[in-house]
């Protein structure tokens, strides 16, 4: 078995790489099988090149295929005409929605898990919004869609397969229509508009859309819709943030709810919760759809907002037909709190770093300038070096001071809002890096004065030397 892996990174120039991959495609020994190619680069890609990738993948029955293309240029792929009949595993990913352009019409009937990021579906003028993507990847299992932009006409699509198990669906504004009888996970982040038609054996839904816009008109909302109720549900985790706070929306999420009643786990952020609060009429004459319910975790994604008292009509409608659940909640205090934490700490670990930095360089760039006799010319550079390498020391001083001072007051302002329990051992390192950084910076001033006190010795050589020259005669005669 042969891995093959390509990057430009080690190339000035992407044609100069292409010609190197070329080489080596050409020159190896095809008797050994390759499985795996991989291929990464940047530049102003070209048609020609791409095409010699995936026509030598296509000729050696290679099996897994990873191309990442950050190029600028729009450059095409046409994975639609060649059948890779060997293919199982294929990420292409782009630099932006642009830089990559293909036809959704795939035909690699051994490809089980296909990962695009940043690309263009292109399919002409083709208007059917029934547009079934991958229809001919008959193996495929486990799907991820990440940024990629719809245009020609392709305004919508479908992913119907009866054997897909996996899928993953991360920003994007496309209405997908998903009908997966097989699906046992559904991760849907930032992606507008999904509708799940058919997921009867869903056992794990991760949603999360962080600028949800209620409408009182279904057909112009773009939270995810779910067509049937999800029985065999185990695990969710649901993360709705809404731009406007409005009644429209809180009921969508309750219709949404309704619909995870056999659920297990449940996670939910604090602000969903937060907007049943606001409209407590939606819920207050509903029983809790809830009854499997094992444990409800609720956690705030924005921790800047004040605390808030979730009324009990919410917490009943959450809980009351579970009464052996269990209920984590994660104040915006206590999450506070661990930011604080996790910040201090990395903020002494690089001041740590930048201590270490400073006393090498000290070390090292402090040697005393040495004097000697030397020839007017030599002496001129010596007092010039001199003041270059003064000038060098002040400037790090400067702002190495600034820094580890802009560090320190930074880190003495998250310890007073750190709780108490962690308070105190990390002001016991606070202070050691407190002394440790008084004293490297007491060295560098020290350094820095002995340095300016050793300057060259003056010398009346120019003087002496100009003293000795004869009169200039200009031959003028009177």
Not at 9 to 34: A, M, W, Y
Not at 88 to 105: E, M, R
Not at 414 to 428: D, E, I, T
């Amino acid at each position: 078995m042969l891995y093959l892996n390509f990057s430009s990174q080690d190339f000035c120039t992407l044609p100069k790489f292409s010609e190197f991959v070329k080489h080596v495609l050409l020159g190896r020994n095809n008797q050994i099988e390759v499985t795996s190619v991989e291929v990464a680069f940047r530049g102003k890609g070209r048609q020609a090149f791409v095409k010699t990738i995936l026509n030598y993948a296509f000729s050696h029955n290679v099996q897994q295929l990873n191309i990442t293309c950050l190029c600028v240029k729009k450059i095409e792929f046409p994975l639609s005409r060649v059948s890779f009949q060997s293919l199982k595993h294929l990420t292409v990913t782009g630099y932006d929605y642009n830089s990559i352009t293909t036809t959704p019409d795939w035909e690699m009937p051994a490809l089980t898990t296909p990962y695009i990021h940043c690309l263009t579906l292109y399919n002409g003028n083709n208007t059917d919004k029934g547009t079934n993507l991958f229809s001919n990847c008959a193996s495929l299992k486990n799907l991820t869609i990440k940024k990629c932009y719809m245009a020609g006409g392709l305004n919508g699509f479908n992913i119907c397969h009866p054997g897909l198990t996996s899928l993953t669906l991360e920003v994007g504004f496309t209405r997908v229509n998903v009908d997966t009888p097989q699906l046992k996970n559904l991760t849907i982040k930032k992606w507008k508009g999904v509708h799940l038609i058919s997921a009867p054996n869903l056992s794990s839904l991760h949603y999360k859309d962080l600028s949800y816009i209620g409408h009182e008109d279904g057909d112009y909302d773009d939270l995810s819709q779910l067509s049937t109720d999800l029985l065999h549900l185990e695990k969710a985790n649901i993360c709705i943030k809404c731009i406007f706070e409005e009644k429209a929306a809180a009921h969508r999420i309750v219709c949404l709810l309704q619909q995870l009643q056999s659920v297990k786990f449940l996670t939910l952020n604090l602000e969903v919760v937060e907007l049943l609060s606001s409209y407590v009429e939606l819920i207050s004459h509903h029983p809790s759809p809830f009854a499997n319910l094992k444990s409800l975790k609720i956690y705030p994604v924005d921790v800047t907002r004040l605390k808030v008292t979730v009324p009990k009509e919410v917490q009943n409608y959450l809980l009351d037909s579970s009464a052996d659940a269990t209920l984590t909640m994660a104040s915006r205090e206590a999450i506070r709190a661990v930011m604080n934490v996790t910040s201090a700490r990395n903020l002494m670990r690089e001041l740590q770093m930048l201590l270490d930095q400073w006393k090498e360089y000290c070390e090292t760039n402090t040697a005393p300038v040495k004097q000697d006799k030397a020839p007017m010319k030599s002496r001129f550079h010596e007092r010039m070096t001199y003041w270059e390498n003064l000038n060098e020391l002040f400037q790090k001083g400067y702002e190495n001071t600034r820094d580890i001072t802009s560090m320190l007051r930074k880190i003495e302002g998250l310890l007073k809002k750190v709780p108490r329990f962690h308070r105190a051992k990390l002001q016991s390192r606070f202070s050691g890096l407190r002394a440790e950084a008084e004293t490297i910076m007491d060295d560098m001033m020290d350094r820095v004065k002995i340095q300016c006190d050793k300057r060259p010795r003056r010398s009346n050589v120019l003087f002496d030397e100009l003293a000795t020259l004869q009169p200039f005669s200009i031959g003028l005669e009177l």
